[in-house]
C-alpha cells in the first residue's frame, strides 16, 4: 500500500509504518527486507540500487495487486488513527536496560543480586497487569 504512493527505500518504509501507526507498530530491519526479498521474487516489486540503497518500486503486478483489493482491503493503519497515543514503553526499557548495564558493569554483587529481585518483579508485574491482576504502583 504504501509503494503505491510512492518508491521508498527499506528505511523509509520502517520509518513511514512508525509514523502512520503512531510509533505503535515499528518494524525491524529483519522484517522489512526480507518482507521485500519475498515481494520481489513474487514479481509484486523490483529492487533498483539508488545512491548506495535498495529503492523497492511496484511493478506492474504490483500495480495490479493492490488496485485489484483497494475496494476488498482494509486500511491497516486505521486502527492507529483512532486510538490515543502511545506512551512510548520502548524509551523507558532503554532507560531501564541502560541503569541495568551500568549495575551489571559496576555494581557490587549485593547491587547485582538486588537489582535481579526488581527486574524479575518488574516482570511479574507486567505480565499480572496484562491478566488484570493486582495494579500496585511501584514504590520510589
Known amino acids: 500500500m504504501l509503494l503505491a504512493e510512492e518508491p521508498m527505500h527499506g528505511y523509509q518504509l520502517m520509518q513511514a509504518i512508525a509514523?502512520?501507526?503512531?510509533?505503535?507498530?515499528?518494524?525491524?530491519?529483519?522484517?522489512?527486507?526480507?518482507?521485500?526479498?519475498?515481494?520481489e521474487d513474487e514479481g509484486l516489486v523490483s529492487v533498483t540500487a539508488d545512491a548506495g540503497r535498495k529503492l523497492v518500486t511496484l511493478t506492474d503486478a504490483g500495480n495490479e495487486?493492490?488496485?485489484?483489493r483497494r475496494e476488498t482491503s482494509t486500511d491497516p493503519f486505521a486502527s492507529f488513527a483512532s486510538a490515543e497515543p502511545a506512551t512510548?514503553?520502548?524509551?523507558?526499557?532503554?532507560?531501564?536496560?541502560?541503569?541495568?548495564?551500568?549495575?551489571?558493569?559496576?555494581?557490587?554483587?549485593?547491587?547485582?543480586?538486588?537489582?535481579a529481585k526488581i527486574l524479575a518483579d518488574a516482570r511479574r508485574s507486567l505480565y499480572l497487569l496484562l491478566a488484570d491482576g493486582p495494579q500496585q504502583t511501584p514504590e520510589a
Not at 495487486?65 to 485489484?68: I, K, M, P, T
Not at 524509551?91 to 541503569?99: C, D, F, P, S, T
Open 88 to 115: 512510548d514503553l520502548r524509551a523507558v526499557l532503554e532507560e531501564l536496560h541502560g541503569a541495568t548495564r551500568q549495575v551489571a558493569r559496576s555494581g557490587s554483587e549485593e547491587q547485582r543480586a538486588a537489582a
Open 19 to 39: 509514523d502512520r501507526s503512531g510509533g505503535r507498530w515499528t518494524p525491524s530491519p529483519g522484517a522489512i527486507y526480507p518482507t521485500i526479498n519475498q515481494l
Open 65 to 68: 495487486y493492490v488496485e485489484g
